[in-house]
């Protein structure tokens, strides 16, 4: 699995960050490190320490707020992804059809209007940004 952040991606300043290149395997062990991080914790989850996870020009780091906020950002380096308890259960949801069989599909893992989304998506390749 990989990270990373494209700035203006369709030319209409939508930016993404992005979780791409992995397996069924992988989706499972980011549900389940997700749910058990921040779900069940109730911890922050930096990416930046996850063994299976390679950042290539970003981090990530997941955490719970008052309100479902997305992806923030200062500098386009470091992203924290901040939500409800709800948000991120709707989120383990939105992650569960790739837990379940290979694909090829992607899904957006929040709806906030916000100008950064969060794509996950396993069939993405590097070169493909």
């Known amino acids: ?15 993404i960050v992005r979780l791409y290149n992995f397996n069924k395997a992988e989706a499972i062990l980011f549900r389940d490190l997700l749910k058990a991080t921040v779900i069940d914790k109730k911890q922050k989850l930096d990416l930046a320490t996850v063994a299976f996870i390679t950042p290539r ?17 200062k500098d386009n380096e470091t ?7 709800d948000g991120f259960k709707k989120m383990i949801k939105l992650i569960e059809p790739f837990c379940k069989k290979e694909s ?11 100008p950064i989304d969060l794509l996950f998506c396993p069939s993405a390749s590097f070169d493909e940004a």
């Open 1 to 15: 699995m990989e990270l990373d952040y494209i700035e203006d991606i369709d030319g209409h300043e939508q930016n």
């Open 104 to 114: 090829k599909g992607y899904q957006y893992l929040y709806e906030i209007d916000n």
């Open 57 to 73: 020009n970003c981090n990530l780091i997941f955490g719970l707020f008052k309100t479902d906020e997305g992806i923030l950002t």
């Open 79 to 85: 992203f924290f992804c901040i939500l409800t308890l």
